[in-house]
């Protein structure tokens, strides 16, 4: 399993062809021997617009996308909502409101976020809206039924993978600008994967038997952010509204 | 709310156990805490302020609220004004405005009381990030550690503050923020944090934190250096020095005990405030008020 994820990663990736045991021997580790994931990080693409491929539009930079296969396997009425979300995008993004952005949006913002590894927890603090997630390790999910803006995040370690298996979500949030969506029953997958200290493979399996026909994926690197004194500043969007919430017509 | 019934409970619980600062301070010297990879005191966990400080981030003068609002949140009835002077200097617990800013305090309360504009609404009420020190003093804290960094994460709108312990110059001014920017250092059991470059509202409306909903603003030159003594494995004597020559008088002090929340397998939860807000009834309100003429500074005695 292992195996196949680090080929993939070095496929997907282009990065050095390296043998897997030089890439387990390049990641930051742990006093308790884990891979160290702590550090300000960013996804460097396009899937904040449109997580499927795209060309270019007015302010819309063009992109390949992050789905596996280029395609996103809605059921039929599903498909449709997704096709009125996007032309009534500027109204209905839950973005244009400064909700949280749910993830796995969250991630491929645009903004970088900054990772905090303990050997309990794992904080993952976004630029974008103070957004905050902790996933705690080993340990079992709340019963349900919860409704979280960010879901409920449970992680483990498999080998040198942190997987974060997250669930209690709301049915607000999108996966990116172009209306692709999910319900209350979204059940997120995510696999970080260190290939060396500066780049994780990240890994997403989306899973929504009301909106999905089946299982999919999502894939990207994220790029450990090396500026001088990099640090995470903050991107207050409900400060920005300027029609601030001041009745039921938002 | 349910962070204000958390208030409630801790505040029955341990206030048997408040203790006048400086005894407290003596005894940090003797704690010998764990450490961590990098040699800092382990002081990782959950964190909240003790119930002297209960009520203050509504005023640091005057604490919180009137019956009829308790009534009305279903806090409990006596649970009203502060149980400690939170402002150790000045002597009187006031805070030390400049004239042209206590007047300024003056309208804010004003429109506080009855807002008849979206800027009227206070930041707080917006779900915005709580600035420092205002941050500490709503709700539960974490703390975690990792090497040349102290994180804390507060529960009450998803804030954190990255704290750097390992000598980073401060950010470029510019690059102002509304937790500030924060550079921290250990003194023995201390961890001494100097948070600058908190961003103001250029244009005077209320969209940047202030120190409580009272009102109490700052400038661009806002420089708060605050106290985190760690006195033993459950209690935190903080101070809070808050100096801005552009709106006080000289700097003022707050001082209180933050102590460690003892339930196990605590664990911080979303609260999306956000979200859910709106403020059409309390700007309708306002406008009725202002119409009949009954504008006054939001106080919490009767008028």
Redesign the interface.
């Known amino acids: 399993m292992l195996k196949i994820t680090v080929a993939s990663i070095v496929g997907a990736v282009s990065l050095l062809a390296l043998a897997p045991e030089a890439i387990a021997q390049n990641v930051q580790r ?2 308790d021997g884990k891979p160290d994931l ?1 550090g300000i990080w960013q996804a460097v693409n396009t899937a904040a617009w449109n997580i499927l491929p795209h060309a270019a539009d007015e302010g819309v930079p063009a992109g390949l996308g992050v789905v596996e296969g280029n395609e996103i396997p809605y059921r039929p009425e599903a498909a449709a909502k997704q096709r009125e979300n996007y032309a009534n995008r500027a109204k209905l993004d839950p973005e244009t ?4 952005p749910g993830v796995p949006r969250a991630t491929y913002m645009g903004l970088p976020f ?1 990772i ?3 050997p309990t ?1 794992v ?1 993952i ?1 976004y630029e974008y ?4 997630r ?1 996933v ?1 390790l080993n ?1 079992t999910h709340p019963r349900g039924p919860i409704e ?3 879901g409920d995040s449970r992680g483990t370690w498999e080998g040198d993978t942190l997987v974060v298996d997250v669930v209690h979500f709301n049915d ?1 949030t999108w996966f990116d600008r172009a209306g692709n969506h999910h319900s209350e029953q979204l059940h997120v997958v995510e696999r970080y994967t260190p290939v060396d200290r500066n780049h994780i493979t990240y890994e997403v399996t989306i899973e929504d038997p009301k909106v999905f026909t089946r299982p999919w994926k999502m894939s990207m690197p994220l790029y450990r952010r090396l500026d001088r ?1 990099m ?4 991107y ?1 969007c ?2 920005f509204d300027e029609a ?5 017509e ?1 | 709310m349910r962070t204000r019934l958390r208030h409630c409970l801790m505040a029955s619980a341990t206030l048997g156990t408040v203790l006048w600062l400086a005894p407290a301070l003596a005894a940090g010297q003797t704690w010998t805490p764990s450490r961590t990879p990098d040699g800092q005191p382990d002081i990782q966990g959950i964190w909240e302020g003790g119930p002297a400080s209960n009520n203050a981030g509504h005023s640091l003068e005057d604490g919180c609220c009137d019956a009829e609002h308790n009534k009305m949140q279903r806090r409990a009835a006596d649970n009203i004004g502060l149980r400690q002077q939170i402002i150790v200097d000045p002597p009187n617990g006031k805070i030390p405005f400049q004239p042209w800013a206590a007047a300024k305090r003056t309208e804010h309360l004003i429109n506080l009381d009855a807002p008849t504009e979206l800027q009227h609404i206070e930041p707080e009420d917006r779900c915005s990030l709580q600035g420092v020190p205002r941050s500490n003093l709503r709700g539960p804290i974490q703390i975690l550690q990792i090497p040349g960094h102290v994180v804390m994460l507060f529960e009450w709108v998803h804030a954190y503050r990255v704290i750097p312990v390992d000598g980073r110059p401060h950010s470029p001014k510019g690059a102002a923020m509304w937790q500030g920017d924060s550079r921290g250092r250990w003194e023995g059991n201390t961890l001494v944090v100097e948070a600058s470059n908190f961003r103001v509202d250029p244009v005077g409306y209320n969209k940047q934190p202030w120190i409580d909903s009272h009102g109490t603003f700052y400038s661009d030159a806002l420089r708060v250096v605050e106290r985190w003594t760690f006195v033993d494995a459950k209690t935190i004597a903080y101070e809070a020095t808050i100096e801005d020559p552009k709106v006080f008088t000289h700097p003022w002090k707050i001082a209180y005990l933050i102590v460690r929340r003892a339930e196990r397998h605590f664990e911080l939860i979303e609260e999306a405030c956000w979200e859910g807000v709106s403020v059409s009834n309390r700007l309708e309100s306002g406008r009725i008020t202002a119409k009949a003429g009954r504008q006054r500074p939001h106080s919490h005695s009767e008028p």
């Open positions: 742990t006093p702590s409101k400064c909700w949280l900054q905090v590894q303990t927890q904080s603090l809206a103070h957004a905050l902790n705690f340990s979280f803006w960010m607000q004194n640090q995470i500043l903050e207050e409900s400060a601030f919430r001041t009745g039921p938002r």
